[in-house]
Each structure stands twice: as structure tokens, then as C-alpha cells.
């Protein structure tokens, strides 16, 4: 049986309810990526041209440190990886925490909160990032309010599908 993962990282606490949700139905454990740095109110204002969430978007080497390690990473086989969607793609600390660890024969499911973006570039990201992982194209991406309020219902239905599809991958094996 695979041992599933759901980490997160969310920084007005949107993600994290979806996060909540597929942990529940997956019976996953949670990981929650915090920033040694926490964001505030005014380093998430995109309007502030040196705010620091454009000032690291803007540079794709930046990598936020954040604080605790998940030391039993190896332990899983199936990693969903949640966050909000800035600027095009998933926030920095998002790569800070792919590089942190050997993702080789895992999989990687993202799923993510977004403005209007959608996935945008995030796939090609994440593969950059975590290299040998097998990166799902099949993203759970909700646009922040609207859908987040029927997100229950969203997440049960996205994990029926991606359990469809893993079955079908599978006969084909």
C-alpha cells in the first residue's frame, strides 16, 4: 500500500483547507511548508513593486529557507504538493522544498489555489525541481473564492479521477 504525503504550502490559509480535505480522504499524513520568514500582509502585496513576494518571483534563484525538515520523506510514495499560484508559478519556497530532497520514483501530485492563473508554468517547475519524480498533469487547480467554496466536492471528485486513472495506467503495465 502507498504511504502518502499532502504538504503544503499556504500563505493566507486557502490551500491549506483543500490540503485538510485530501489528507482526509487519502488518509495522508500532512506537512505544512512554513517559512523561517513568515509572510506578512504586506510582503503578499503584488501592487508594492519591491514587496517581497514580487522581489522573489522576480528572481528565480530565490529560495526562502523554511523551517522544519520532513525527515521521513523517503518514506512515501506519493507526494502532493499544494500552494497558491503567483505571478505564473508556484511560489519559490515551493523549489526550496523539491530541491531539499530526492523525489527519484516518487510521485508528485500538485494541487493548487490560484487568481486566474490556472497551472500556468508550474508543471515544467516542479520537473525542474524534482528531477526523476513522476510529476501527475492531472492538477487540482481552484481559483480562490469562487471555488474554493465548493472545494469538498471538487477534491472528492479530482481524487476519483486521478484513482482512475492510476487503475488504467496500471492494467496498461
Same mark, same amino acid.
Given at each position: 500500500?502507498?504511504?502518502? &504525503?499532502?504538504? +503544503? $504550502?499556504s500563505?493566507t490559509?486557502?490551500t491549506?483547507k483543500?490540503? /485538510?480535505?485530501?489528507?482526509?480522504v487519502?488518509?495522508?499524513?500532512l506537512?505544512?511548508?512554513?517559512?523561517e520568514?513568515?509572510?506578512?500582509?504586506?510582503? &503578499?502585496d503584488?501592487?508594492?513593486?519591491?514587496?517581497?513576494?514580487?522581489? /522573489?518571483?522576480?528572481d528565480?534563484?530565490s529560495?526562502? #529557507?523554511?523551517v522544519k525538515?520532513?525527515?521521513? =520523506? #523517503?518514506?512515501?510514495?506519493t507526494?502532493?504538493v499544494? $500552494?497558491?499560484v503567483?505571478?505564473?508559478?508556484?511560489? *519559490?519556497i515551493?523549489?526550496?522544498f &523539491?530541491e531539499?530532497?530526492? $523525489?527519484?520514483?516518487?510521485?508528485? =501530485?500538485?494541487f493548487?489555489s490560484?487568481?486566474?492563473?490556472?497551472?500556468a508554468?508550474? +508543471?515544467a517547475?516542479?520537473?525542474?525541481a524534482?528531477?526523476? #519524480?513522476?510529476?501527475?498533469?492531472?492538477? +487540482?487547480? +481552484? #481559483?480562490?473564492?469562487?471555488e474554493?467554496?465548493?472545494a469538498r466536492?471538487?477534491? *472528492?471528485?479530482? &481524487?476519483r479521477?486521478?484513482r482512475? =486513472?492510476?487503475q488504467?495506467?496500471?492494467a496498461?503495465?
Amino acid at each position: 500500500m502507498s504511504k502518502i &504525503l499532502v504538504s +503544503l $504550502f499556504s500563505a493566507t490559509g486557502t490551500t491549506r483547507k483543500v490540503a /485538510e480535505e485530501i489528507c482526509k480522504v487519502e488518509n495522508g499524513d500532512l506537512y505544512e511548508i512554513v517559512p523561517e520568514t513568515p509572510y506578512t500582509k504586506q510582503d &503578499l502585496d503584488y501592487t508594492v513593486k519591491d514587496s517581497r513576494s514580487n522581489v /522573489e518571483m522576480a528572481d528565480e534563484s530565490s529560495r526562502p #529557507a523554511f523551517v522544519k525538515k520532513c525527515d521521513s =520523506i #523517503a518514506d512515501y510514495d506519493t507526494v502532493f504538493v499544494g $500552494f497558491p499560484v503567483w505571478w505564473g508559478r508556484e511560489p *519559490s519556497i515551493i523549489d526550496t522544498f &523539491l530541491e531539499a530532497y530526492d $523525489f527519484s520514483g516518487k510521485t508528485i =501530485i500538485p494541487f493548487l489555489s490560484h487568481g486566474g492563473y490556472g497551472p500556468a508554468g508550474t +508543471l515544467a517547475s516542479i520537473e525542474k525541481a524534482a528531477p526523476g #519524480a513522476d510529476v501527475e498533469k492531472n492538477v +487540482l487547480a +481552484l #481559483a480562490g473564492g469562487r471555488e474554493m467554496n465548493s472545494a469538498r466536492q471538487a477534491v *472528492s471528485n479530482w &481524487l476519483r479521477e486521478l484513482r482512475q =486513472i492510476r487503475q488504467a495506467r496500471s492494467a496498461r503495465a
